[in-house]
């Protein structure tokens, strides 16, 4: 097991979705996702929000260029009970589309409609449910919000879903 990120693992997740409706995925040349499609994703680096973290991994591991419309949800779980591993996921607006795949990390990534995603054997038990789930609900963001200066925020973005909303 990787321990040199200790005990509690935060990653994000970008789920990108084009004019066609096709969702950009990527295979891993590594990990227990290695050859199976799955959204771009990786660990939040320190200064980092979870929502900029989504976007860094989607230009990193593809090359697109993207921003954050909504958060999706959030997996938990824990690895050999000891590992808290949890994934914040985040619907993404594409602001690009020529795909670059991130040598050495990635052995494909693609824009694929939902229909061929469901038909592919090498689809991710994540992808499958959040496709089965289809049309997603998301609690898009609110910006400008500051909980109070004593706490010393830099950035803060809130996404919760209001009556109002």
Known sequence: MDHKRGNVWIA????????????LVVKKAYSGLKGKWSLPAGFVKPGEMLDEAAVREVKEETGIDAEPVAFLGLRTGVIDGEI??????????PLSDAITVQAGELSAAAFLSKAALRDDPDTSGLLRYLLALEPLV?????????????FGYTKYRLYLKSSKS
């Open 138 to 150: 998301s609690l898009p963001p609110h910006n400008g919000l500051n909980p109070g200066n004593p």
């Open 84 to 93: 808290s591993d949890n994934l914040a996921m985040f619907l993404l607006r």
């Open 12 to 23: 994000s997740a970008g789920l990108v979705i084009n004019e066609a409706g096709e969702w």
